[in-house]
């Protein structure tokens, strides 16, 4: 191929050291997705689409089968003259030539065969996605598009609905939200919270007990990546300056003390409110579309006690490995922050404005409930933030990660697909006959959810993790006679306990990244600390989730029945 001298084609065409780009790894990928679609599609889930109301499916008014439902909506017209037939009914057709024309453009209805094949292709354009997103094989935009464009090929839906099936609530929440942390940021007021949070922490310990619950429970409500980007500073300002008071050149265990264990606290702020990140989004969308909506009230009544007990726990473990090994005798961050809290003045102009504005949003996601979603006030607070200038556009281009917004949108699409052809009950139903008998009955099958969502999490980002498991493991509620919220929640919740790589969350890189000396620059965090420690937090989560959450405070309070 020429390429014009000048242009940005001038470049070698190769993928060679090429960021998000593995070659082989695609090709690959692409060589195993085309055997296998090619592939007939295995007993079960033929059997599946052709039984009569196959518990776990909804299916659409007047038909009996999962095959019925996919003709109904992909071959209208042929349904119709089938579903006449069906019922002894005569079939009005004209005589005219435009009429037998017509008669012969309508497509014939798909074969049982040709619907499980269907259903088939959206479990291994699930799997590819997951791959895909989890290797980076290719950017996280292509990948959104690669599903969008997999739905178009095999016609997975009507043209009309493929679009519809990427921009639900949830895309609309979670391009708001990452939009109200760029005004949140602009504005100082983040950083305004933290030293507020930090101002009152006089010692170690209450730094553990009462300033790790607090950030949890922010982290609930605010974007936990820029908590963690805000106060890393603040706190290597504090490690400094306790150091040079107590005549320390470099005290490791301080610095992990602080950076870490405040990054592992705001990780389980996830399980606190809808809006602690996109992961929960996507499961309250796929609860939405499972006919069992949850409200922001409600996700609060059930995980947000989960959070100060959790994080308490992580404050007594960081507190009881790392304390015995301060060089310095103790820390105080309120000597620190209360100077800085000085030195901002009072709130008012754009951030007295943009504080409003959070208070009005996190009041109108309880008040107005599931009559306006989670996007709909978001996209109010957003307005706000650009008529009150707080923001501009070219804020927003910035600031929003829109790739993370597309793929969230592809993962809201692929259940979509995934539930209408059957694959998410055909996958559940699988995975259920995997578990071991113990975990696939009651509440014991949240235990085995949560232990599957904690394990991949850490090796995939959390919202590709809740999206990949969740339109599996919200049917296995159905078989296994459980509440759908306790194994919603419980996949939701333990996608935030990515705590023991350093690639497993955001917040790890944040802090490993600025998790350095502030005049020397020498790094005081290395990988292995995640492991060694965050392995640890993460079993520990697992456990706390267990018997405290799922055997304990969830058997004390009601479940609504649908």
């Known amino acids: 191929m020429y390429v014009k001298p000048g242009y940005a084609g001038e470049k070698p065409l190769t993928w060679k050291g090429v960021p998000a780009f593995k070659p082989i790894l695609l090709i690959a990928a692409v060589v195993l997705f085309a055997i296998a679609v090619i592939l007939p599609p295995p007993q079960g889930l033929?059997?599946?689409?052709?039984?009569?109301?196959?518990?776990?499916?909804?299916?659409?008014?007047?038909?009996?089968?999962?095959?019925?439902?996919?003709?109904?909506?992909?071959?209208?017209?042929?349904?119709?003259?089938?579903?006449?037939?069906?019922?002894?009914?005569?079939?009005?057709?004209?005589?005219?030539?435009?009429?037998?024309?017509?008669?012969?453009?309508?497509?014939?209805?798909?074969?049982?065969?040709?619907?499980?094949?269907?259903?088939?292709?959206?479990?291994?354009?699930?799997?590819?996605?997951?791959?895909?997103?989890?290797?980076?094989?290719?950017?996280?935009?292509?990948?959104?598009?690669?599903?969008?464009?997999?739905?178009?090929?095999?016609?997975?839906?009507?043209?009309?609905e493929i679009a519809g099936a990427f921009m639900q609530d949830a895309v609309f929440f979670i391009f708001g939200i990452l939009a109200v942390a760029v005004g949140v940021g602009k504005t100082g007021l983040d950083k305004r919270i933290g030293l507020i949070l930090l101002s009152r922490i006089k010692s170690a310990k209450a730094f553990a007990f009462i300033f790790y619950p607090s950030i949890a429970i922010a982290a609930s409500f605010l974007s936990e990546h820029a908590l963690v980007a805000l106060l890393v500073p603040v706190l290597m300002g504090i490690y400094k300056v306790t150091c040079r008071m107590h005549g320390v050149e470099k005290d490791r265990a301080l610095?992990?003390?602080?950076?870490?264990?405040?990054?592992?606290?705001?990780?389980?702020?996830?399980?606190?409110?809808?809006?602690?990140?996109?992961?929960?989004?996507?499961?309250?969308?796929?609860?939405?579309?499972?006919?069992?909506?949850?409200?922001?009230?409600?996700?609060?009544?059930?995980?947000?006690?989960?959070?100060?007990?959790?994080?308490?726990?992580?404050?007594?473990?960081?507190?009881?490995?790392?304390?015995?090994?301060?060089?310095?005798?103790?820390?105080?961050p309120s000597v620190v922050v209360k100077a800085e809290v000085a030195r901002m003045g009072k709130l008012r102009g754009r951030e007295a404005i943009m504080a409003v504005i959070l208070v009005c949003l996190v009041a109108a996601w309880i008040i107005l409930g599931e009559h306006s979603g989670l996007g709909g006030p978001t996209l109010y607070a957003v307005m706000a933030m650009f008529l009150s200038r707080i923001i501009t556009w070219e804020d927003v281009q910035g600031g929003v990660a829109f790739d993370v917004v597309g793929l969230y949108a592809a993962a809201c699409a692929m259940g979509v697909g995934l539930k209408f052809t059957g694959g998410a009950l055909w996958m559940a139903q699988s995975f259920v006959g995997a578990l071991p008998d113990f975990l696939t009955k009651g509440d014991n099958l949240a235990v085995g959810v949560s232990l599957l969502a904690g394990t991949i999490t850490n090796f995939m980002s959390d919202g590709a993790t809740v999206a990949a498991l969740g339109p599996i493991v919200l049917p296995m509620a159905t078989l296994a006679d459980v509440h759908a919220w306790k194994v919603g929640l419980a996949c939701a919740f333990s996608s935030s306990f990515a705590n023991a790589l350093v690639v497993g969350t955001p917040n790890n890189a944040i802090a490993f990244a600025m998790c350095k000396d502030p005049e020397t620059g020498e790094r005081l965090m290395e990988v292995t600390d995640f492991i060694k420690y965050g392995v640890g937090v993460t079993i520990m989560a697992q456990v706390v989730l267990w018997f405290w959450g799922i055997f304990g405070y969830w058997q004390f309070i009601s479940w609504p029945s649908f």
């Open 46 to 160: 033929l059997d599946l689409v052709t039984k009569t109301d196959p518990p776990g499916y909804k299916l659409d008014r007047g038909v009996t089968t999962i095959v019925e439902t996919v003709n109904k909506k992909l071959r209208p017209e042929a349904f119709k003259r089938y579903q006449a037939a069906k019922e002894g009914k005569p079939v009005k057709e004209g005589h005219t030539k435009d009429a037998e024309e017509a008669h012969q453009k309508v497509k014939p209805l798909l074969t049982p065969e040709q619907v499980a094949r269907t259903a088939k292709i959206m479990v291994l354009l699930l799997f590819l996605a997951a791959f895909l997103w989890g290797t980076e094989t290719i950017p996280l935009g292509a990948t959104d598009v690669v599903v969008a464009v997999v739905l178009y090929i095999f016609a997975i839906l009507p043209i009309d």
């Open 255 to 332: 610095a992990l003390f602080l950076v870490l264990g405040m990054c592992f606290a705001a990780n389980h702020g996830g399980p606190g409110s809808p809006a602690a990140g996109g992961r929960n989004a996507i499961m309250v969308g796929y609860l939405m579309a499972q006919g069992t909506p949850i409200t922001f009230m409600e996700w609060m009544k059930y995980g947000m006690p989960f959070v100060p007990v959790m994080a308490a726990c992580i404050g007594l473990y960081m507190y009881l490995l790392l304390k015995p090994k301060f060089k310095v005798k103790d820390v105080n």
